[in-house]
């Protein structure tokens, strides 16, 4: 813990006067470009990957990068997604999985989560993606994991779609869904290629 704040001192110190301009700005306006729905593994940090500044990532992340379709009551992912579409008015939605993650290896696996009641309800929201990667019969090991890593990014696109802000946002071209997967050992990302529904090297 001191580590963080010894960290802090050093932002508040060297980084922020650098950047004094845009946290000026920031303290009064809030107009994030993108919506970045991610995994809370500690290895997939949005802004470092993508290269943005505070400010530009409106951001969700949830164990498994997973999205609960919409349902009436507290529902605290709902809720950012319909403030991010539907107030900052965001123009894109990544939604983003990764490599060894560990919700997906625990699916795919089939561990024992009984010690883990709240994953295990929790994963459920995977249970498509679960579905299409069992139906893949000759997947074993890391390649079954990386398979559902990608389904799981479909089925959470999927679930995306069923929440209102989206749905209209969609009807009416204001916002572009996307679906990425980072891999952390080579630093590199593939994203959907909505045409052939196959994932394709990220390119700018
Ligand atoms: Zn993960």
Known sequence: MNEMAQGF???SRDVF???AALFKRLATTHQPTALFIGCSDARVVPE???????G???VIRTAGNLVPPYTRGADGVAASIEY?????GVTDVIVCGHSACGAMTALASGGDLTGLPAVATWLHHADVAKARTDAAE????A???AALVKDNVLAQLANLKTHPSVAKALVQGRVTLHGWVYDIGSGSAETLDTDSGRF????G
């Open 48 to 54: 470092l990957i993508t290269q943005t500044d505070p």
């Open 17 to 19: 006067p650098t950047r």
């Open 143 to 145: 390649e079954r994991v």
């Open 138 to 141: 000759h997947l074993a090991g």
């Open 9 to 11: 001192q050093r932002f």
């Open 56 to 58: 530009e990532l409106f």
């Open 84 to 88: 991010a579409v539907g107030v900052l």
């Open 200 to 203: 394709v090297a990220l390119a």
